[in-house]
């Protein structure tokens, strides 16, 4: 059980938006910066997001992300077949002094 | 261009050991944290531990504290994994990436394609 919670599965059409929630505390997202990292089946997973919201050169701006207290958003516009993959939001827990990641969600573009 | 080149697909049996690989090339090998990271299969990902090549420094997370050894040789860029004991619990595909810091502030920019690893008797 991840100290990052994040919906299993969530799912939208082709062309529409999505949003995946990443919930945490004080000690991790309340306090530290959140990545998010984009795993495509059967593929490494690759980096999305990092300091909250910027985005690497080679992602596009379909792809944005907020934080708000202890909780962190991805969202995806525009929606592509794609986009199915599995998403992660990760952090540092300052309580462990570790790095955590959340459970995961799984993205279908129906 | 920035690689993280990890070893092939290992089966092995229970109580084998292990040791597998991640050679970055492309960029400055000691500059950067390299960090691993496991996959169960049909699971989430979980931080085993992070390895800074420039002086060995190692940290690892509670959960896999003692349960492996991560190195690094500055010679070769190439950061290393090991299990002296092999559980069918350690079955997973493990992953390799790069870190530019530890701490609050920090996160994989590049990861390896992954190296399977299989543990049956």
């Known amino acids: 059980q991840s100290v990052l919670t994040q919906p299993p599965s969530v799912s939208a059409a082709p062309g529409q938006k999505v949003t995946i929630s990443c919930s945490g505390s004080s000690s991790t997202i309340g306090n530290n910066y959140v990545s998010w990292y984009q795993q495509l089946p059967g593929t490494a997973p690759k980096l999305l997001i990092y300091d909250n919201n910027e985005r690497p050169s080679r992602i596009p701006d379909r792809f944005s992300a907020s934080k708000s207290g202890t909780s962190a958003t991805l969202a995806i516009t525009g929606l592509q077949t794609g986009d199915e993959a599995d998403y992660y939001c990760e952090t540092w827990d300052s309580s462990l002094s570790a790095l955590v990641f959340g459970g995961g969600t799984k993205l279908t573009v129906l | ?121």
């Open chain 2, 1 to 121: 261009e920035v690689q993280l080149v990890q070893s092939g697909a290992e089966v092995k049996k229970p109580g084998a050991s292990l040791k597998i690989s991640c050679k970055g090339s492309g960029y400055s090998f000691t500059s950067y944290w390299i960090g691993w990271v496991r996959q169960r299969p049909g699971k989430g990902l979980e931080w085993m531990g992070v390895i800074y090549p420039g002086d060995s420094d190692t940290r690892y997370s509670p959960s896999f504290q003692g349960q492996v050894t991560m190195s690094a040789d500055k010679s070769t860029s190439t950061a290393y994994l090991q299990w002296s004991s092999l559980k069918a619990s350690d079955t997973a595909m493990y992953y390799c990436a790069r870190r530019a810091s530890y701490g609050p502030r920090g996160f994989f920019d590049y990861w390896g394609q992954g190296a399977l690893v299989t543990v049956s008797s």
